[in-house]
């Protein structure tokens, strides 16, 4: 338990000090994050998987200097495919999307399950948090 206690500490000061403006005045960095879900409206998290076409081990979170970006996310197969197919496949899609990151700013990727449409099953929402 003290080293589960330790360990969430550690991350927690390390995300505080990610977001910190630098001492020198350079601006903060931007941060993606693949969430948050809310399955009441039919929102479910992603995971980023590519930066500008280059692979990366796929997370829920990216921090990212300000700038143009080009971002791959993994929309599961819950979410893509429907129940019946699921049975027989269970393929995630990648999706790639543009995004334009400002420093210090927080931004959210989800993606809505449209359950009356099989022809587009899912949008990607790309929203700036508050």
Same mark, same amino acid.
């Given at each position: 338990?003290?080293? $589960?206690? /330790?360990l969430?500490? =550690? *991350?927690?000061?390390? =995300?505080?000090?990610?977001?910190?403006?630098? =001492?020198?005045?350079?601006?903060?960095? *931007?941060?993606?994050?693949?969430?948050?879900p809310?399955?009441?409206?039919?929102?479910?998290?992603?995971? $980023? !998987? *590519?930066?500008?076409?280059?692979?990366?081990?796929?997370r829920e979170?990216? /921090?990212?200097?300000?700038?143009?970006? /080009?971002? !791959? *996310?993994?929309?599961? =197969?819950?979410? /893509?495919?429907?129940?019946v197919?699921?049975?027989?496949?269970?393929?995630?899609?990648?999706?790639?999307?543009?995004? !334009?990151?400002?420093p210090g700013?927080?931004?959210?990727?989800?993606?809505?399950?449209?359950?009356?449409?099989?022809?587009?099953p899912?949008? $990607?929402?790309?929203?700036?948090?508050?």
């Amino acid at each position: 338990m003290k080293y $589960l206690s /330790t360990l969430i500490s =550690a *991350a927690a000061l390390a =995300a505080l000090c990610q977001f910190a403006v630098a =001492a020198n005045g350079e601006p903060a960095k *931007a941060r993606v994050v693949g969430g948050p879900p809310d399955p009441v409206q039919y929102l479910y998290e992603v995971e $980023l !998987t *590519a930066i500008n076409g280059e692979r990366i081990i796929p997370r829920e979170m990216l /921090t990212l200097e300000p700038g143009d970006y /080009t971002l !791959t *996310a993994r929309i599961p =197969a819950q979410v /893509t495919e429907p129940a019946v197919g699921q049975r027989k496949r269970r393929w995630d899609r990648h999706v790639d999307f543009d995004i !334009t990151l400002e420093p210090g700013r927080d931004y959210s990727v989800r993606v809505k399950w449209n359950r009356s449409s099989l022809e587009k099953p899912y949008e $990607l929402l790309i929203e700036e948090m508050d």
